[in-house]
């Protein structure tokens, strides 16, 4: 066992504050990695404060991590000390079930492991990126290409990827027209890989006051939801609309601006259930669906795919002292676009 300093949520609701936890020893197919950043994602508040359900303190939250390998086991075949390299969501999964076996871990059939707020095969609770350093097994590590630097790379491994995959499985792409909703930490790399997949990209968003970041991001179209003339102009427009918010929605209003056989595709989580009128789906053959993040060998994709494009995240590094500051401007969507910690000073 290795201790290392970290910042936990004491219990539900509790600042996050220094502490240390224990890391386990380095197995025989394990990555041990001195993280460099972290980034801070929604998800991260919801668990830390109980909004999704009974959560597991006390919390160390993260799953944007990006580090150096510092040692390996001796059947790891993957990496070297010295490799840069990340870890998103996932740590572990059954590896038997036909998602597993398909490179969707997560959508594992026997349950897969969260990079924190879990439970691991061998009982103890899991702890995430806001630390010195982890140990995970090399099949759910990720190699970050050369031509993306850790600290805008480390937002990739969730919020990359957790747009990526959809805009992927929907066939995002020329000639069709996509919407990201919502500008934040999902929503910039949505309109980022959705640029680069070759799709026409609208942003719909509360406001027109991220319109010159959204213009420049690659959008080709900007739009405020709050003006009802929004879907009044926009009615039937787009293929798919990638919701990217976490607040409740009328769905049946954004329903309406999808073409006859359009997706609409939630990756926002709303800790509120949502109230839907089935004609809105029925009329038109539309479809209502929801994506997790990415199997391992998704991610990988990804990164290259941001590397080969020239782009990571757009973000504010901190030091760890401010993370409960950031927790608290991230809620009232003050940062553009994502925190990332600078873990030397955890």
């Known amino acids: 066992m290795t201790t290392v300093s970290a910042y936990a949520a004491p219990s539900a609701k509790a ?4 502490t240390t936890i224990e890391r386990r020893a380095v197995r025989e197919f394990d990555v041990l990695i001195d993280i460099e950043f972290a980034g801070i994602c929604h998800s991260d508040i919801h668990q830390a404060r109980e909004g999704w359900g009974e959560a597991i303190f006390p919390m160390v939250p993260g799953h944007e991590i990006a580090g150096v390998v510092s040692e390996v086991g001796p059947g790891v075949t993957r990496f070297a000390v010295g490799d840069r390299v990340g870890v998103g969501c996932l740590v572990d999964s059954c590896r038997e079930c036909d998602n597993c076996k398909a490179g969707l871990e997560q959508y ?7 990079t924190y707020n879990a439970i691991g095969k061998d009982g103890e609770p899991t702890y995430g990126g806001y630390a010195q350093k982890i140990v995970v097994d090399e099949n759910y590590v990720v190699r970050i290409p050369d031509g993306l630097a850790l600290d805008v790379a480390a937002p990739l491994l969730c ?13 995002a792409g020329p000639g069709k027209k996509v919407a990201i909703l919502g500008m934040g ?4 790399m949505g309109v980022k890989i959705a640029h680069a997949l070759g799709a026409e990209v609208t942003v719909l968003s509360q406001s027109l006051r991220k319109k010159d970041d959204g213009l420049k991001l690659g959008a080709d179209h900007y739009y405020a939801t709050s003006d009802e003339n929004t879907f009044k102009e926009l009615k039937g427009t787009f293929d798919l609309i990638l919701s990217t918010v976490s607040a409740p929605l009328n769905l049946d209003a954004y329903l309406s601006l999808l073409k006859t056989d359009g997706a609409f595709v939630n ?22 669906a929801g994506s997790g993040i990415g199997g391992i060998q998704e991610t990988q994709e990804m990164l290259d795919f941001c590397a080969e494009h020239g782009f990571g995240a757009e973000i504010e590094l901190i030091s760890a002292d401010q993370i409960n500051e950031a927790y608290e401007r991230v809620l009232a969507s003050d940062v553009r676009y994502r925190f990332v910690i600078d873990t030397s000073t955890i």
């Open 15 to 18: 600042p996050l504050e220094r």
């Open 185 to 188: 930490g999902l929503g910039h």
């Open 108 to 114: 594992c059939t026997g349950g897969s492991v969260g």
């Open 159 to 171: 919020a990359g990827i957790t747009t990526y995959s959809p805009l992927k499985h929907w066939n």
């Open 267 to 288: 990756v926002g989580a709303p800790e509120e259930p949502v109230a839907l009128n089935l004609f809105s789906v029925i009329g038109g053959r539309k479809t209502l």
